[in-house]
């Protein structure tokens, strides 16, 4: 659970022009920072999906905020953001992957 967030947006090519059919690739963490295939106790999928741009290159995606969340500092990232002496925070934030025939992801 958490508060609500609406996503709309436009997918258009280099010259401005919509594109429909892109497959939009989207996941984030949850209300408490958790990522769901990295937490063992959330389910599959969670906060994970797919979506499709309409005929004029819109979408909706309805969701909840996600929570800002520390990276783990006993990893790899975590030495690397220590030994350049910045803090492991993330600030809340949605990952995506935009993908159509004809161009580069």
């Given at each position: 659970s958490?508060d609500?967030?609406?996503?709309?947006?436009?997918v258009v090519?280099?010259e401005?022009?919509?594109?429909?059919?892109?497959?939009l690739?989207?996941?984030?963490?949850d209300?408490?920072?958790?990522?769901?295939?990295?937490?063992?106790?959330?389910?599959?999928y969670?906060?994970?999906g797919?979506i499709?741009?309409d005929?004029?290159?819109?979408f909706?995606?309805?969701?909840?905020?996600p929570?800002?969340?520390?990276?783990?500092?006993?990893?790899?990232?975590?030495?690397?953001?220590?030994?350049?002496?910045?803090h492991a925070w993330?600030?809340?934030?949605?990952h995506?992957?935009i993908?159509k025939?004809?161009?580069?992801?």
């Amino acid at each position: 659970s958490g508060d609500t967030l609406i996503f709309r947006g436009e997918v258009v090519d280099q010259e401005g022009a919509p594109l429909a059919d892109v497959l939009l690739d989207m996941w984030q963490a949850d209300a408490a920072g958790e990522y769901s295939f990295i937490n063992p106790t959330l389910p599959d999928y969670l906060f994970r999906g797919k979506i499709r741009t309409d005929e004029n290159g819109r979408f909706t995606l309805r969701t909840i905020v996600p929570a800002p969340y520390e990276i783990p500092k006993n990893g790899p990232t975590g030495a690397l953001l220590a030994a350049a002496g910045w803090h492991a925070w993330r600030p809340a934030h949605l990952h995506w992957i935009i993908a159509k025939e004809g161009y580069e992801s």
